[in-house]
């Protein structure tokens, strides 16, 4: 019901196959159903349904918004790209190594070469042709990234470290002969489960405003119910 408010179910279903079927290779159904479960049990205590009980928003709710979430990037609705999101909160990374040690490809952009090299010589014989896109490279034998540091997780060339390895849990994949970013959703991985959960809560957020209005309950009653 809640979601409704936002997109309409057929747009909505749309969106989501597609994804899956764009995601298919980063995104196992599996995976993706412990990482809305993961999300469903932080966003339970951030959103209380019980404030909302009066406009009928029900648990199911939460589970759809979070759905919505996952496909949608919010700049398409006004709000931050996944982007602006994610640079906005790098203390959500916990410095794990997850990404590190089970990335099966790290992608070098072809004019980030030169300055990889500049700063790490010694990754010359490191780079190969990009099996997807052969006028850019990558890192081989990377099945745990040789330079991560097995004791810290540091990277060991972090300064001067792909845009890849920047813009994670963003990932780059291939979409109708272009490339675009996704949000590669690991429930163990605390950054992609926070991306995922500040979009829930900004979507949950917008669809009870417009939901209010619908109702036409003031402004200043949405504080009082909220204080």
């Known amino acids: 019901m809640l979601r409704n408010v936002l997109i ?32 469903f049990k932080r ?20 589970k759809e918004i979070i759905e919505l979430a996952e496909v949608l990037s919010l700049d398409a609705l006004g709000g931050p790209s996944n982007y602006e999101i994610k640079e906005k ?21 072809k004019d980030e070469l030169n300055i990889l090299l500049t700063f790490n010589p010694g990754l010359k014989n490191a780079i190969i042709r990009n099996k997807i896109f052969p006028e850019h490279f990558e890192l081989k034998d990377i099945q745990p990234c040789k330079y991560i540091d097995p004791e810290t997780n540091k990277c060991g060339i972090y300064d001067s470290r792909p845009q890849v390895c920047r813009s994670y849990p963003l ?8 490339a675009r ?9 605390n950054f992609s489960v926070n991306l995922i959960l500040e979009k829930s ?14 109702n036409g309950i003031s402004k200043r009653q949405r504080i009082r119910a909220k204080s």
Not at 10 to 33: C, G, M, Q, T, Y
Not at 171 to 178: Q, T
Request: proline share 1%; charged share 40%.
């Open 181 to 189: 970013n996704i949000i590669n959703l690991r429930h163990k991985c």
């Open 89 to 109: 909160h790098q203390e959500w990374c916990t410095i794990c190594g997850r990404c590190c040690r089970e990335s099966e490809s790290i992608f070098i952009h």
């Open 171 to 178: 990932v780059l994949i291939e979409s109708g002969g272009k």
């Open 8 to 39: 309409d179910d057929e747009l909505f279903n749309n969106l989501r196959k597609k994804a899956l079927e764009v995601e298919k290779d980063e995104n196992s159904p599996k995976e993706i159903e412990l990482l809305e479960k993961t999300v």
């Open 43 to 62: 966003l339970k205590k951030k959103r209380s349904v019980k404030k909302y009980k009066k406009l009928g928003v029900t648990k199911s709710d939460l």
């Open 201 to 214: 809560m900004i979507l949950f957020d917008d669809a009870v405003k417009k939901l209010e209005e619908k």
